[in-house]
T-cell receptor, first 112, second 112 residues
Framework: DAKTTQPPSMDCAEGRAANLPCNHS???????VYWYRQIHSQGPQYIIH???NNETNEMASLIITEDRKSSTLILPHATLRDTAVYYC?????????????FGKGTLLTVNP | DGGITQSPKYLFRKEGQNVTLSCEQN?????MYWYRQDPGQGLRLIYY???????QKGDIAEGYSVSREKKESFPLTVTSAQKNPTAFYLC???????????FGDGTRLSIL
């Protein structure tokens, strides 16, 4: 699976949009971009995933560049409860791919 | 509510003891997984199961054992052969290998 690069930490004001970047310059054509987050002492929470089109759900939006070498997770109106470590993962969608490889992620701190 | 339940939340083990961590899901998912997370580290796959009565070793299976007798249950036993068992253990499930994995809230195991 392709390696991802994320900033170690970011800050965001409550109520503002949080834009979390991820570089995955070695991504191949059949690899999906997944985002998870982990609040301290809890299990990771699935947020969203996509291949090449932008995706949106009730939690967030995922913007993938046309060359697919980077993506941005957008939390449109960040709240204090969104403070967590956010992980960007690139993963092949095939039957034998069974594990998620989490890097160090980005610690997002939402400030009042 | 559908979800994944791990119990207990905290577990203490004496040297030489085996302990079993519970994982139950009511999402009707076929696949289940066990990961281990150490402080400041990503997740490492211990065991996974695609269907009932079948499971496979992950990257760090030594010192662990599992069973999958029922679709909704995937208990993990940490045996005395596991030399460094202190960690945060996470159970996950997915509809299939190609679908997003959803996690429980983990069990924190410590050695007395």
């Amino acid at each position: 699976d392709a390696k991802t690069t994320q900033p170690p930490s970011m800050d965001c004001a409550e109520g503002r949009a949080a834009n979390l970047p991820c570089n995955h310059s070695t991504i191949s054509g059949n690899e999906y971009v997944y985002w998870y987050r982990q609040i301290h002492s809890q299990g990771p929470q699935y947020i969203i995933h996509g291949l090449k089109n932008n995706e949106t759900n009730e939690m967030a939006s995922l913007i993938i560049t046309e060359d697919r070498k980077s993506s941005t997770l957008i939390l449109p109106h960040a709240t204090l409860r969104d403070t967590a470590v956010y992980y960007c993962i690139v993963r092949v969608e095939r039957g034998s791919n069974y594990k998620l490889t989490f890097g160090k992620g980005t610690l997002l701190t939402v400030n009042p | 509510d559908g979800g994944i339940t791990q119990s207990p939340k905290y577990l203490f083990r004496k040297e030489g003891q085996n302990v079993t961590l519970s994982c139950e899901q009511n999402l009707n998912h076929d696949a289940m997984y066990w990961y281990r997370q150490d402080p400041g580290q990503g997740l490492r796959l211990i065991y996974y199961s695609q269907i009932v009565n079948d499971f496979q070793k992950g990257d760090i299976a030594e010192g662990y054992s599992v069973s999958r007798e029922k679709k909704e249950s995937f208990p993990l036993t940490v045996t005395s052969a596991q030399k460094n068992p202190t960690a945060f253990y996470l159970c996950a499930s997915s509809q299939g290998f190609k679908q997003p994995q959803h996690f429980g809230d983990g069990t924190r195991l410590s050695i007395l």
